[in-house]
């Protein structure tokens, strides 16, 4: 009997399975991870690739873009590494790019107040701060997409000599990868664009593992990165961009790099690759943890995991889903009532409807539904009601134990995969689909 320990809130849920029926554990892959934390930022901003900090910054009115607090990443260290070397800059604007997130959340004042005490602290007077609103900030449209998208960003982005972004990275379920050019859109635009752009979502090329920064060409078309990127070239213009990019595990950084955008991408996504992306034989079990607090703070967060190995299923197989949700069903009304509230009209409605008329967070429905039509059952446990958990179409459970047993009482040979931070993984069924 084997001990599978899957992280769930604060917590884990711990499950016993056979050892003959534990196909597999899916997490990303251990790598080293050094204790300073800090020195690891301050080797990647010393060698950057092509472009510095310094020539990007000096004597020049600079907008410093860092991620908000939906984002696990150790904020306070990037913060605080920036600001050493922000000194040169004539003015600094820094922009906490929440894109449709909840602006006045508590994460989000402390990465405030980090960033206050950061620049008291290296002396740098002649800066503001300011918390993106998508629905709230004064915005100006600076051009229009191939593909449709207006282009509205907050004006406080715009006037500027040069960009500095902090960007983590990882996997994607509709983006490809969470990194900078989503600091940009949907991180610093209003609603309607960041609505515009992610309908492309819908789209079946729009999907993890393909981005247009990719190291290798042929994954190199997604329609919402690429419109992305293009907007994140209308906003910079011919303005210089420096980045420091980073990939983290709680509160290490495993990997970081800084420079110019393109080139420092590619880097991270080679090392995504390396170490959170796998091929897996499908199965007709899986368990599926999206990796505890925040990633399962609400099931429209918990949701990316799904979407980032359901490859990992076959047809007509069942999924136990351990998340929490101590938030409920989504993190704000219009995503409740977009996502949640979508999700639970008749399945074979959801995708027609949100086809004939997209509205901002109700992607997540649609690929929700697709995925809850494909498979038999998808078992839930959480801190949701059971009421609220059928209402979805799905099965709640309190007790995971006795559905693994089911499984295996049901077929004794059964082969069940395990997967553990699965909103950071990304998982290809071995045939290659």
């Known amino acids: 009997m084997m001990d599978v320990k899957l992280r769930y809130g604060t917590g884990y849920i711990t499950l016993k399975i056979p050892k003959q029926n534990l196909a597999q554990v899916v997490q990303p892959r251990k790598q080293s991870a050094s ?6 930022v301050r080797r990647a901003l010393s060698n950057p690739i092509g472009l510095t900090l310094s020539e990007t910054i ?3 009115r600079v907008c410093v873009l860092i991620e908000d607090g939906t984002r696990a990443e150790p904020h306070e260290v990037l913060i605080e590494e920036l600001a050493k ?11 906490i790019t ?17 960033i206050q005490d950061s620049c008291q602290r290296y002396n740098l007077h002649d800066y503001q701060i300011h918390v993106h609103d998508a629905l709230n900030s004064p915005c100006t449209t ?3 997409t191939i593909r449709g998208t207006a282009v509205s960003v907050n004006n406080l982005a715009l006037g500027h000599d040069a960009f500095v972004v902090a960007a983590d990275m990882k996997n994607h379920y509709f983006a490809g990868y969470s990194n900078v050019i989503k600091n940009f859109l949907p991180g610093i635009c209003d609603y309607a664009t960041i609505e515009t752009n992610h309908a492309l979502a819908l789209e079946p090329g729009s999907t993890f593992g393909r981005h247009p920064f990719h190291p290798d060409h042929s994954r190199r078309t997604n329609p919402c990165a690429e419109d992305m990127l293009e907007a994140t070239h209308m906003i910079l213009g011919d303005k210089p961009a420096f980045l420091l990019a980073t990939i983290t595990s709680g509160p290490y950084i495993l990997w970081a790099a800084s420079g110019e955008l393109a080139p420092v991408t590619a880097e991270g996504i080679r090392k995504i690759d390396e170490t959170a992306s796998f091929s897996v034989t499908p199965t007709d079990y899986i368990i599926v943890s999206p990796g505890g607090l925040p990633q399962d703070e609400s099931l429209y967060n918990a949701q990316r995991g799904l979407e980032l190995v359901k490859n990992a299923v076959r047809d007509n197989g069942e999924i136990l889903f351990l998340a929490e949700c101590p938030k ?35 992607h997540k429905a649609a690929k929700f539904a697709e995925l809850i039509q494909r498979v038999k059952k998808i078992w839930i446990n959480s801190s949701l009601s059971t009421e609220q958990v059928e209402a979805a179409h799905l099965y709640p459970t309190s007790n995971p ?30 045939d290659g689909n």
């Open 328 to 362: 409920g069903a989504a993190p704000t009304p219009k995503a409740r009532k977009f996502f949640y509230d979508y999700l639970t009209r008749p399945l074979s409605s959801i995708l027609p409807s949100i086809r004939e008329k997209y509205i901002l967070y109700s």
């Open 85 to 95: 070397l922000l000194g040169a800059a004539k003015e600094l604007t820094f922009i």
């Open 401 to 430: 134990q006795t559905i693994v047993d089911d499984w295996i009482r049901t077929n004794p040979s059964a082969q069940i995969l395990a997967f553990d931070e699965a909103n950071k993984i990304a998982v290809y069924a071995s």
């Open 98 to 114: 929440t894109g449709s997130h909840k602006v006045d959340s508590p994460r989000n004042k402390l990465i405030t107040d980090a």
């Open 35 to 40: 204790k300073d934390i800090s020195g690891t």
């Open 142 to 144: 600076v051009g229009t």
């Open 58 to 60: 000096s004597n020049n």
